[in-house]
């Protein structure tokens, strides 16, 4: 069953991907994104240029949705400011035009003392304020859903493929060309990815059966879940040469993190990389019979192509 999808933040890491997700799939897609934007949007579908900041102009756009996927998102150091706010916006688009409401979940939530397995059943005890902030939307999105709107919440890792860069572009592969690697943490601790490519048609089947789904529909996706030292080896095995492991100086963005706005908000979520930590997506094999999954080798590798690291290196 496809229909009308609204992609807020269509330009954005994970907003592109799902759009091209629902095109591929056969839904008549909408691609919401600021003008400025417009050339980063996916090919194929309808642009709708529009700050999401303006509800009412954004809540016409859905008009006719059957589904809005809420990929908005803003740089680190802006959260306090603008996500429950636009976490408002997509509640007002979905509600408006009696579309499911899809957005991406992270592990922020969790906290510091979060066990190794994550589930649907696992307590949220948020100990940064991004986990406490990501707490408060799921909190309002489910008092939405037991007020008649649906909701469905992917809880995934963090991002890679599809272009997305995040982590690996920006600290990884940073100093590639110099032969060296940098990871945020010990090499033996366990941390998941989410690969875009993977996770985008994941939304599109769960929407696809959105008919049988619970009003609050809360899934966890398990992505690839590596080790640090599993993923430099992949790293090196896919360029094909070896590299100088170092390890992120956390000190040095602390010592920085008053003046600089971004580095204190990292350091808020430092303990992601020291803490072992998995998603298990039982809930979501059960509902969808299989989940889409790329092995962790081809995934990276192709991550890498696409980012021209390969070419760099």
């Known amino acids: 069953m496809s229909g009308r999808v609204l992609v807020l933040g269509a330009a954005g890491r994970f907003g592109r991907v799902a759009a091209e997700a629902f095109r591929d799939a056969g839904w008549q897609v909408a691609s919401l994104v600021r003008g400025s934007a417009t050339p980063r949007v996916a090919p194929g579908t309808e642009v709708i240029t529009l700050d999401a900041r303006d509800t009412e102009s954004v809540v016409e756009a859905a008009r006719g949705a059957d589904v809005v996927v809420h990929a908005l998102n803003v740089p680190f150091s802006q959260w306090q400011a603008e996500a429950f706010g636009l976490a408002e916006t997509a509640i007002a688009t979905a509600r408006a035009s009696g579309a499911l409401l899809m957005m991406p979940g992270n592990v922020y939530g969790y906290g510091t003392g979060m066990p190794e397995v994550l589930d649907e059943t696992t ?153 072992p930590h998995r998603l298990d997506q039982r809930r979501l094999a059960a509902t969808l019979g299989s989940v889409p999954h790329t092995p962790f080798a081809a995934a990276l590798a192709a991550t890498l192509h696409d980012l021209g690291v390969t070419r760099r290196a």
């Open 123 to 275: 307590p949220m005890r948020p100990t940064s304020r991004k986990g406490a902030l990501r707490v408060a939307i799921e909190q309002r999105l489910r008092a939405e859903s037991e007020a008649g709107m649906r909701v469905v919440v992917v809880r995934a890792g963090d991002f890679y493929g599809g272009n997305a860069g995040g982590w690996i572009d920006r600290v990884v592969v940073n100093h590639i060309t110099h032969g060296r690697l940098a990871y945020p943490g010990p090499l033996d601790v366990i941390h998941p990815w989410a690969y875009l490519p993977d996770l985008a048609p994941t939304f599109v089947r769960l929407a696809e059966r959105r008919e049988a789904l619970p009003a609050f529909a809360d899934f966890g996706f398990a992505g690839h879940a590596v080790t640090g030292g599993e993923l430099t080896t992949a790293i090196a095995k896919a360029v094909g040469r070896s590299f100088k492991i170092d390890r992120m100086q956390w000190w040095m963005l602390r010592v920085l993190a008053p003046v600089v706005p971004i580095f204190r908000e990292l350091c808020e979520i430092d303990y992601l990389w020291k803490t």
